[in-house]
Structures are given as C-alpha cells and as structure tokens.
C-alpha cells in the first residue's frame, strides 16, 4: 500500500478528481484523488489517505465510454475482468488520458519484451555448442 508522499514521489501525468462508483448495493458515486502515471492510476480515499494502484499491466482496456450532461462516464476493465466504473467532467478528458498512458505502457513492455528475446538469441548465437568431440583420425 501507497501514502500520499509516495504517490507525488511518482511522475504525475495527470492529477485531479475522478468519480468512481462503490461496489456496494446502492453503488455511490465516491470523489478520490486521482494522479496518472507512466505506469498506472493510483486512487485516494481522502479521510483516510489509502492509496489504491490500478496498474496498466493489470488493466485490459477503457471501455463503454459514454457521455451524460456534464460528464464523461467510462469503465476501466481489469485482467481478471472486474470492472471499475469512473465519471468526470467532460472537458477533464480522464478517459483519453488513461487510455493513451495504458497504450505507451504496454508499446514499452512489448519494446523490452522484444529487446530481450533478440539479447537472448545473440547470447545463444555467441555460444560455442557443446563440447567438441575430437575426430579419431587424430589419434592415429
């Protein structure tokens, strides 16, 4: 778990409020401050100042972004499929920035993930294979 002091220490791309929809039965909309990063959103409940990180290796997509009056509503669908639902006012454009963040994270990861492999395979292309068996003519 995050405090406050940790999430400024972490490059903000974004900060405000975002509206985010309880769980519970009467699922009420719950103000939390809100700051984007390069790797994920991180939520806080303002009493108590606990911090929730919904990083983007974990997040699947924005989704079912609709607009209502003054706000943008959307739903950000994690990997093991729960959904979390936002809102913001309009001209806010949370939902763009999630969205464009999430994409720049998983281009980097898939950059590494491709570094890697190719080090790997140079790694194993400078290895001399196995041990060399020495022919039997020699000993002649």
């Known amino acids: 778990d995050y405090n406050l002091q940790d999430m400024q220490e972490k490059t903000a791309v974004k900060e405000g409020v975002l509206e985010k929809r309880s769980d519970g039965l009467l699922q009420l909309w719950k103000k939390k401050r809100c700051i984007l990063t390069e790797e994920g959103l991180l939520l806080a409940a303002e009493p108590t100042a606990k911090i929730k990180e ?22 950000v669908v994690m990997a093991e499929g729960k959904e979390i639902d936002f809102r913001c006012a309009q001209e ?24 890697s492999t190719r080090q790997k395979q140079q790694h194993l292309a ?15």
């Open 54 to 75: 919904l990083h983007f290796s974990n997040m699947k997509t924005v989704d079912c972004v609709e607009r209502k009056g003054k706000y943008v509503y959307f739903t």
């Open 92 to 115: 806010q454009g949370w939902n763009a920035a999630i969205t464009l963040q999430m994409v720049q994270y998983k281009n980097r990861q898939a950059i590494l993930a491709v570094r």
């Open 126 to 140: 400078q290895q001399p294979h196995g041990p060399r068996l020495r022919s039997a003519s020699n000993s002649a």
